[in-house]
């Protein structure tokens, strides 16, 4: 294991959202600051730096995490993915939920959108039949102050729904 030097800066190499990519931080970098910073992936908000808002959620080696929690170095070597991944071809269209949020008008000033897609994103994939009761369960880790939550939990039945038809049909 490699030893870090705090104040010297430290090569970190992970797979962002199919791609390998490769950027310095500081040992007490935040993964929110290095994605956005040094990787420009800035899809990735930043609230309140204390993992209570859901606004930074990423997936990390397929598990959603909050990316002020995780220092950058921790990633090396993991797979990311972010809100720049979601779609299906690399931005030119929407996926499946992103459209969802679009039609059923699930955001509003959209700062708490990227980390709310990553969790339901994940969620969906790992639970494709939950109940509407679940939904809200799992977005009552992550705060919006714009929508009142019921056009994102629109959103997310609809997708849901049309994941099981995509499904279906394949």
Not at 136 to 160: E, F, N, P
Request: hydrophobic share 35%; charged share 25%.
């Amino acid at each position: 294991m490699q030893k870090l030097s705090a104040g010297r800066r430290h090569a970190v190499t992970l797979t962002l959202n199919g791609r390998e990519v490769r950027g310095e931080a500081e040992p007490r970098m935040l993964l929110s600051d290095f994605l956005r910073h040094e990787l420009a992936a800035t899809g990735t908000h930043v609230g309140c730096e204390h993992g209570v808002c859901g606004a930074c959620t990423v997936v990390i080696d397929g598990a959603p995490a909050r990316a002020c929690l995780a220092l950058a170095v921790q990633t090396d070597g993991a797979e990311v993915r972010t809100v720049e991944g979601l779609s299906p071809d690399g931005g030119r269209t929407l996926s499946v939920l992103q459209e969802s949020f679009r039609e059923h008008h699930g955001l509003q000033c959209g700062f708490c959108t990227p980390g709310i897609l990553m969790s339901l994103d994940s969620f969906l994939r790992e639970q494709p039949d939950a109940d509407e009761d679940a939904l809200k369960d799992m977005l009552s880790g992550h705060l919006c102050r714009c929508t009142g939550y019921i056009t994102i939990i629109k959103a997310a039945v609809h997708a849901q729904r049309r994941l099981k038809e995509e499904r279906a049909h394949a």
